[in-house]
C-alpha cells in the first residue's frame, strides 16, 4: 500500500522515472478482435458433473450469533434506559429559576443567592422544587439565618 501511494521510495532496478520511459514505440490503437464467443465456452464445460463446484451457501452457527446479537441488544437497552433514568434526575435549570423567583417577601438579589445555592446543592434544588410554596418560603428564610442574606453569599 505505501508503493501505492507513494510513501516508498524504489531502489536499485526499480528506480525509475518517468523520463526514463522508452517513448519511441508506437500504440497499437486497434480494437481487440473477439476470437470466439464467450457463451459458448461458458455452455461447454469440459469439467465431468462429479467434478463441478457446488455453489452452496455456507451456513453460519446460528445459535451463537443470534445468542450474541440478543445479548449485546439486551445491553443496549439497559444503557438506553439508564440514560433515560439519569436524564429524568436531572434538575431543569430554568424551571428552578423561575420556581425560586416565585417565593414571595424576599427581594431579588436574595432569591438570586438562594438560586445560585440550589443549582450548587442539587439535591436541596429538588427538594426545594417538590416543597409547597409556603414551606420554600420557610426554607429561603431559614438559608438566610444560616448564611446572612443575600449580598454576603
Known amino acids: 500500500m505505501a508503493l501505492v501511494v507513494g510513501k516508498d521510495i524504489?531502489?536499485?532496478?526499480?528506480?525509475?522515472?518517468?523520463?526514463?520511459?522508452?517513448?519511441?514505440?508506437?500504440?497499437?490503437?486497434?480494437?481487440?478482435q473477439d476470437e470466439f464467443d464467450f457463451e459458448e465456452v461458458s455452455k461447454e464445460s469440459n469439467i465431468p458433473s462429479?467434478?463441478?463446484?457446488s455453489h452452496r451457501k455456507?451456513?453460519?452457527?446460528?445459535?451463537?450469533?443470534?445468542?450474541?446479537?440478543?445479548?449485546?441488544?439486551?445491553?443496549?437497552?439497559?444503557?438506553?434506559?439508564?440514560?433515560?433514568?439519569?436524564?429524568k434526575n436531572?434538575?431543569?435549570?430554568?424551571?428552578l429559576y423561575t420556581e425560586v423567583?416565585?417565593?414571595?417577601?424576599?427581594?431579588?438579589?436574595?432569591?438570586?443567592?438562594?438560586?445560585?445555592y440550589l443549582v450548587q446543592n442539587e439535591m436541596l434544588?429538588?427538594?426545594f422544587?417538590?416543597?409547597?410554596?409556603t414551606f420554600r418560603k420557610v426554607w429561603v428564610q431559614k438559608f438566610i439565618d444560616q448564611h446572612g442574606g443575600g449580598s454576603e453569599f
Open 10 to 32: 524504489a531502489t536499485g532496478s526499480f528506480a525509475k522515472s518517468f523520463t526514463d520511459l522508452d517513448m519511441d514505440t508506437e500504440i497499437d490503437s486497434t480494437p481487440l
Open 50 to 53: 462429479t467434478q463441478k463446484r
Open 58 to 87: 455456507r451456513k453460519r452457527n446460528s445459535n451463537s450469533d443470534d445468542e450474541g446479537i440478543e445479548k449485546l441488544t439486551m445491553e443496549a437497552k439497559e444503557v438506553a434506559i439508564a440514560l433515560k433514568e439519569m436524564s
Open 90 to 95: 436531572r434538575i431543569i435549570v430554568s424551571n
Open 101 to 116: 423567583m416565585k417565593t414571595r417577601g424576599f427581594d431579588e438579589i436574595t432569591l438570586a443567592t438562594v438560586f445560585y
Open 125 to 127: 434544588a429538588k427538594a
Open 129 to 133: 422544587i417538590a416543597k409547597s410554596a
